[in-house]
């Protein structure tokens, strides 16, 4: 089962949710697609760790075999290409890697080079396998450290939880494609419910099954259980803001692992995923 | 010298758009000749790199100028590597503005965004 967290607004739990469940399923995987801001291994705190670069393709021009007949730059429909006083020059952020310039260029004059774009990291921590995307700072795009994290098929007997990064856009999409169930965990309070509705139009995009947890509750927030109700969502835990949790999060502990309260609620809320998911 | 300036609408005293990459409209202003023509921005409705496909379109329409209120980094790096002087638009009408640089008044506008793609 590939259960992937998210939440649209940031700072909700996606990362307490995703870790936490991740210890309760015991030999799962834990995979941070959150790649600008990867902190499930603060917690995790993988053992064994490797290494790997993710690199994305950028075309290079062999600038003695182009003829100016800009056919590349017509083609990009990414408008990563321009053509200025005779020479092809590429912007590499707007670039989408498709490779199409090499394949529409009559002359043979583009080649591909490598560009390293971030790595991926692969632990373990007591029988979870951890893996985190790491986007190097200044890239714009962070779907090619998101797809390496989703390919990378290392250790996948178990469940695996997939920590998406905030926001509904494209970053989300891709975390959430590969994903059977999706948990997504909300705030009590009118930017949560603001920016949950928004990942629930996405889903429903997707068409992908979905329950909420609502995360931190000082006291009931009506209009946040009234759209859940109003439209269906089954609410799958509620989790009181406390004190405890509070500093075992900020101590980079695993609550699931120190808190008996915790222990419970997520195996709780395991049991209820994998219910939910047979149906 | 051709002087290009994003416009709102195809009239005479249409306002300057707020935006460059996405202006609906150019207005090309040529001093030999003293005659305009409003052409239609490729880019208007790019799904990304819009400042790159508008540069792009000026240089091949042969600007010199550009009158603008604001522009990308990606954008200012085709204008500049063409040789393009970029200045700095005041709100208000595209006429205006180009009254204002005829008559030495515009300064050249050196600070450009990072853009707004891939803010996720």
């Known amino acids: 089962m590939k259960l992937a967290v998210l939440s649209g607004k940031g700072g909700t739990g996606k990362t307490f949710i995703s870790v936490n469940l991740a210890a309760a399923a015991k030999n799962a995987t834990y995979m941070d697609c959150d790649v600008e801001e990867p902190n499930g291994r603060l917690f995790l705190k993988p053992t064994k760790v490797k290494s790997a670069s993710v690199d994305t393709m950028l075309p290079s021009f062999d600038e003695t075999r182009c003829k100016g007949c800009r056919q590349c730059v017509d083609f990009c429909r990414f408008n990563a290409l321009a053509f200025i006083k005779g020479k092809p020059k590429v912007f590499e952020t707007i670039c989408h890697s498709c490779g199409g310039c090499l394949l529409v260029c009559p002359h043979h004059a583009i080649t591909e080079k490598w560009h390293p774009v971030g790595r991926i990291e692969r632990g373990s921590h007591e029988g979870i396998t951890v893996i985190t995307g790491i986007l190097n700072p200044g890239e714009a795009s962070a779907v090619p450290v998101i797809h390496a994290v989703l390919d990378d098929t290392s250790a996948h007997e178990g469940h695996v939880v997939i920590d998406c990064p905030p926001g509904s856009g494209c970053p989300v999409l891709e975390s959430v494609s590969a994903s059977d169930y999706c948990v997504l965990v909300a705030e009590p309070t009118a930017f949560g419910l603001h920016n949950l509705q928004m990942v629930v139009e996405l889903l429903m995009l997707l068409q992908k099954p979905y329950g909420v947890v609502i995360n931190k509750i000082e006291a009931t927030y009506a209009p946040l259980e009234d759209y859940c109700a109003q439209n269906g969502i089954r609410v799958l835990s509620r989790i009181p803001y406390s004190k405890k949790l509070a500093q075992i999060n900020t101590a980079a502990e695993v609550a699931y692992e120190q808190d008996e309260e915790s222990r419970k609620r997520f195996q709780a809320l395991l049991q209820d995923i994998e219910a939910e998911v047979r149906t | ?120």
Do not use: W
Not at chain 2, 47 to 62: C, E, S, Y
Not at chain 2, 96 to 114: I, P, Q, S, V, Y
């Open chain 2, 1 to 120: 010298m051709k002087i290009a300036i994003p416009i709102d609408e195809n009239k005479e005293d249409t306002s300057i758009c707020t935006s460059f990459g996405r202006a609906p409209l150019f207005l090309l202003h040529n001093t030999e000749t003293k005659t305009s023509e409003t052409l239609k921005n490729p880019a208007a409705d790019a799904t990304g790199g819009a400042g790159v496909k508008a540069a792009q379109f000026l240089i091949d329409q042969g600007a010199d100028i550009l009158l603008t209120l604001r522009g990308g980094e990606n954008a200012a790096e085709v204008l500049l590597a063409a040789d393009v002087q970029v200045y700095k638009a005041q709100a208000g009408l595209a006429r205006d503005n180009l009254t204002a640089f005829l008559e030495g008044k515009l300064d050249k506008l050196n600070r450009f965004h990072a853009g707004f793609h891939h803010k996720q």
